[in-house]
């Protein structure tokens, strides 16, 4: 039973930088994709990002592109999202998830395409 924990959330100010972690536990880990979704009280839960584990494909939601880096350690089974020039409409939970099993790549945004989630980091964007 693999669990996903995050670390690295906290309170930045308006246009500076965090680098969110995730690390899987147990010793065999090799899941088709992780990604990273946020999502603020009274909304649902939005992607990302996310990385395909093999190949190391990543994806980006069109507001973070340019911003936010994905990656990933397979030695270290971790995944890292890099956050830079963060805005005040940042602030959300953010998650960590894994996928299994293979996705379609034009489901890689859906959070249903996952079947592991961390406990999730707040990060905070003062304004």
């Known amino acids: 039973q693999v669990q996903l924990v995050e670390s690295g959330g906290g309170l930045v100010e308006d246009g500076g930088s965090l680098r969110l972690s995730c690390k899987a536990s147990g010793r065999t880990f090799d899941p088709y994709a992780m990604a990273w979704f946020r999502q603020v009280p009274g909304k649902e839960r939005d992607f990302v990002a996310s990385?395909?584990?093999?190949?190391?494909?990543?994806y980006y939601r069109d507001s973070v592109k340019g911003r936010f880096t994905i990656s990933r350690d397979n030695a270290k089974k971790s995944v890292f999202l890099q956050m830079t020039s963060l805005k005040p409409e940042d602030t959300a939970d953010y998650y960590c998830?894994?996928?299994?099993?293979?996705?379609?790549?034009?489901?890689?945004?859906?959070?249903?395409?996952?079947?592991?989630w961390g406990q999730g980091t707040q990060v905070t964007v003062d304004s």
């Open positions: 998830a894994a996928a299994s099993g293979g996705v379609f790549t034009e489901s890689l945004g859906a959070p249903a395409s996952y079947d592991v």
């Open positions: 990385v395909l584990w093999r190949g190391g494909d990543t």
